[in-house]
């Protein structure tokens, strides 16, 4: 059984900083890559940032500048340090993983969320 594990998020004023991890835990062979999304009120869930096993990084363009994408791969763990936060950054923002649990196909699995709000 493998859980993402969210932690960080919380209330910031605009210009703020906020530091989200997730944790990868349970049955892993290896991670393929591991993503943030985010999903705004009405709108529709969007990729973030994404870090591949390669430590290959990519950015939404929003966000470019602003927030960094990490990993610990000894802890299986991905980070998003989130800096200069809009109020347009208010979301629940979600872990995402792509791994195989044993050798063979690999699967997708997503934390609960945590919310970030930013107010101006």
């Known amino acids: 059984q493998v859980q993402l594990v969210q932690s960080g998020g919380g209330l910031v004023q605009a210009g703020g900083s906020l530091r989200l991890s997730c944790a990868a835990s349970?049955?892993?062979?290896?991670?393929?890559?591991m993503n943030w999304y985010r999903q705004a009120p009405g709108k529709q869930r969007e990729l973030v940032a994404g870090?591949?096993?390669?430590?290959?990084?990519n950015y939404a363009d929003s966000v470019k500048g602003r927030f960094t994408i990490s990993r610990a791969n000894a802890k299986n763990t991905v980070y998003l340090e989130m800096n200069s936060l809009k109020p347009e950054d208010t979301a629940v923002y979600y872990c995402?993983?792509?791994?195989?649990?044993?050798?063979?196909?690999?699967?997708?699995?997503w934390g609960r969320g945590t919310q970030v709000t930013v107010s101006s």
């Open positions: 995402f993983a792509n791994l195989f649990p044993e050798p063979g196909q690999p699967r997708n699995y």
């Open positions: 349970g049955n892993i062979f290896s991670i393929n890559a």
């Open positions: 870090i591949t096993r390669y430590d290959s990084t």
